[in-house]
């Protein structure tokens, strides 16, 4: 039996196909919206995930907005997805508080999903029908948010260009494999979306952003095997930005010279980390600021 997000998909496939857009779906994706191109500049934002997890959390997030209020350097936050603890029920009402614990934030806030408000509750068609409710179009209700390119068919993969850097965002999870079928044709379509921005947007980008909540696993082996030479193919830098293990990783040249791996600290551990994206040395473009936070994990190659 399809899951309800699923059979939206193959909905949204056979709609596509009467327009005449089906090929254009399966060799990368139709964008509803084109984001404007920029000269080349640094950009800075800010990144954080894997909360909120414990009562703390909903302490320390209003003082990180202040805090990034007070510093205005990050142009938006981007969250690497779980909003919540793996024992956590990601029902109405939670998820409504979550949201308006983000609207606290003085930038605009970015989401992808994470497997712990999704494929890992027990009903996670429900979670889900509730994560694109709040969370979905959540950047929308900032006004300096940056216009997000959409997939059709999954809204949740986001792409946007700023300063000459392409931001491309997908829906790739860890936890429970919900869905086999689901699981393989969402990794299908996240390779898609990433080779179409590459070849699309990213021939005016000197530097690519990848977001995911995955840490990279064996079972999301199907996508990295497209993911990794698209990105050797492209030559510029690119970066996965991740979250899913809870403390700091920095690992250069991971599976390809020009790709770098980035997995944020959780909420609890560390105030959101400073990316900076440089034009300035070309081959190098990214920068960091953790804040004072401690390296716990892996620094380096």
Request: hydrophobic share 40%; charged share 20%; net charge negative.
């Amino acid at each position: 039996m399809l899951s309800v997000h699923r059979a939206g998909l193959v909905l949204s496939l056979v709609l596509a196909a009467s327009l005449g857009l089906a090929g254009c779906i399966a060799c990368g994706g139709v964008s509803v919206s084109h984001g404007a191109l920029s000269s080349p500049r640094p950009v800075t934002f800010a990144a954080t995930g894997d909360g909120p997890r414990g009562e703390e959390d909903w302490t320390l997030l209003p003082q990180y907005f202040e805090a990034e209020k007070a510093d205005g350097r990050a142009r938006y936050l981007i969250h690497v997805g779980d909003l919540c603890k793996g024992s956590q029920l990601f029902d109405a009402a939670y998820s409504a508080k979550v949201a308006e614990l983000y609207r606290q934030s003085s930038i605009p806030v970015i989401l992808v999903p994470g497997d712990n408000e999704w494929n890992d509750q027990t009903n996670p068609d429900a979670a889900w029908a509730l994560w694109e409710k709040h969370f979905l179009r959540f950047s929308e209700q900032f006004p300096e948010s940056p216009k997000l390119n959409r997939q059709e068919g999954r809204p949740e993969n986001i792409a946007w260009m700023d300063g000459g850097v392409l931001f491309v965002g997908i829906n790739i999870v860890s936890g429970r494999m919900h869905d086999v079928e689901e699981w393989g044709y969402r990794h299908r379509a996240n390779a898609d979306w990433v080779e179409h921005n590459l070849g699309q947007l990213g021939r005016n980008a000197y530097a690519v952003v990848v977001i995911g909540q995955a840490a990279p696993k064996a079972y999301h082996e199907d996508f990295f095997r497209r993911f990794v030479p698209a990105v050797e193919a492209f030559g510029k830098p690119v970066l996965y930005l991740h979250g899913d293990g809870h403390v700091w990783e920095y690992e250069e040249s991971w599976r390809a010279p020009n790709l770098l791996r980035i997995q944020v600290d959780q909420v609890t551990k560390a105030r959101p980390v400073h990316i900076t994206v440089s034009p300035e040395d070309p081959q190098h473009p990214f920068s960091y600021d953790r804040l004072g936070a401690e390296s716990k994990v892996l620094e380096g190659k």
